[in-house]
């Protein structure tokens, strides 16, 4: 598909101008996609932080935590809430305000951090207490959610005013980078606190959480001062009904092969960084494809070779490779995914079209966690198809992630303005109204354009 559509094409032609060229600074051009975007790292410092807090209160209390649901619950239910959260911040974002909605998200992250970090049981008891970082980890996770429909998409829209060329880019660093980096700094900070207190545990898993509030606050300053991006002024639903059945006509076998391609594919840390140079070189979707497929040879290649790879006095190799394959991994979807779900719809749904997308992979996820160990049990636990088969499958997956991307249309630079005019324009022709899209100063050009339009039509009549 041919991104680069005529803007003389648009119904309102008269009233379109370019992103790119509104008048505005480098720094007040890229600010607000780092505002927007990088509040993802609280995401990944978050999760993975506890996966340390975890262990540390299974040693704690080694029969009321570790040998209960509690274990569990603490760990896993900010994935639920992660869920919900993408889900209502989809619609409120796109409803009611980018800016605002990041702003809730954030202050939910700041309380419910500060919350868990403090969780107390009444009169000290460990079930209360475990009750209470059950139901802030929850809440957290609503938080942790609303960065991703808002965030990544606010992200996505403020850097189509940059530079063409590194539009990309710049989106891939303060989205996924920020998000790896979080996964990082979450493992090394309990560690560190560790070494240093080693004989007060509780103190660890205390303030490990609780460090997790600098993140949101750090970007609290800069989204107060946040402006809605240049597209959403132009092309949001929110002073009329939304054509959603339209919207699902027009979009929804896209949608389908991004729900699935997110599922599919497999998220890990290396890579963020050059990933995110060739976004822009190949664009999303090329960089995606090959990237995804690049990982899935090198996966049957190390499936083949399992039985040397496994061996002590091959270890060193075996990490070379699999860091390679993690790398690839990041290079593909986990730097690209993201833009094709915010660069593949119009903004007035986008919100809500990348919230779909980002829940279903979450779930896609939470369904791995548990069919891997499965899988890796019937190749018979420890033994070489026990190491084999996983890699076999993700493999497969590789394969079929990039069979599904090779059917979504093409991203460039001009992605958003080109498909906001392509959707305007279907909208017109189904007999919808848009001239009560975007804010009032959009609404008086687009009425200022009709009304030449006809004046123009009387006058040679």
């Not at 548990?370 to 993700?394: E, K, R």
């Not at 009032?440 to 050009?445: I, T, V």
Request: proline residues 5%.
């Amino acid at each position: 598909m041919n991104e680069k559509l005529d803007l003389q094409s648009s119904p309102d032609r008269d009233a379109e101008v370019p992103l790119e060229a509104t008048q505005k600074s480098r720094w007040q051009r890229i600010w607000p996609a780092m505002a927007c975007g990088a509040g993802l790292f609280s995401d990944g410092y978050l999760q993975a932080v506890i996966g340390p807090v975890n262990t540390i209160l299974s040693k704690l209390y080694p029969v009321s935590y570790a040998q209960s649901s509690a274990a569990q619950n603490v760990s896993s239910i900010a994935f639920a809430g992660t869920v919900v959260g993408q889900l209502v911040f989809g619609y409120t974002s796109d409803h009611y305000s980018r800016k605002w909605s990041l702003l809730v998200s954030t202050v939910i992250l700041f309380v419910f951090a500060a919350l868990g970090a403090g969780a107390y049981g009444a009169n000290g008891s460990p079930q209360g207490l475990f009750a209470a970082l059950t139901a802030f980890r929850f809440l957290l996770g609503i938080g942790i959610g609303g960065e991703y429909p808002a965030g990544s998409v606010a992200c996505a829209e403020a850097t189509g005013e940059l530079k063409e060329g590194s539009r990309n880019r710049w989106f891939c660093l303060f989205t996924n980078t920020q998000i790896d980096l979080g996964f990082v700094i979450g493992t090394l900070i309990p560690m560190i606190i560790t070494a240093a207190r080693p004989d007060d545990l509780g103190l660890v898993w205390r303030l490990s959480l609780g460090l997790g509030v600098i993140p949101p606050l750090s970007l609290l300053y800069l989204r107060l001062k946040l402006k809605e991006p240049e597209s959403v002024s132009r092309e949001a639903f929110r002073h009329g009904k939304t054509p959603y059945w339209l919207a699902i006509k027009y979009y929804w076998p896209r949608l389908v092969l991004v729900m699935m391609i997110w599922s599919a594919t497999l998220r890990t840390c290396p890579g963020a960084i050059l990933g995110s140079f060739t976004s822009d070189w190949l664009g999303p979707k090329r960089a995606l494809m090959i990237f995804v497929a690049a990982q899935g040879v090198l996966g049957f290649i190390m499936s083949g070779c399992y039985e040397w790879l496994q061996q002590p006095k091959y270890i060193g190799a075996f990490v070379v490779v699999y860091g390679v394959f993690l790398m690839l991994g990041e290079m593909g979807p986990g730097d690209n995914i993201g833009l094709v779900a915010s660069k593949t719809c119009a903004t007035g749904i986008r919100g809500q079209y990348y919230a779909i997308a980002a829940a279903t992979g979450k779930v896609g996820g939470l369904v791995g966690g548990y069919v891997f160990p499965i899988i890796q049990a019937d190749g018979g636990g420890a033994t070489l198809h026990g190491g084999q088969y996983p890699f076999y499958v993700a493999s497969a997956l590789c394969f079929f992630s990039a069979f599904l991307v090779f059917w979504l249309p093409n991203i460039n630079q001009d992605t958003i303005q080109t498909e906001d005019i392509r959707f305007r324009e279907y909208l017109v022709a189904n007999g919808y109204d848009i001239s009560n899209m975007g804010n009032s100063e959009w609404q008086e050009k687009r009425k200022e354009s009709v009304m030449g339009g006809h004046g123009g039509v009387m006058q040679r009549e």
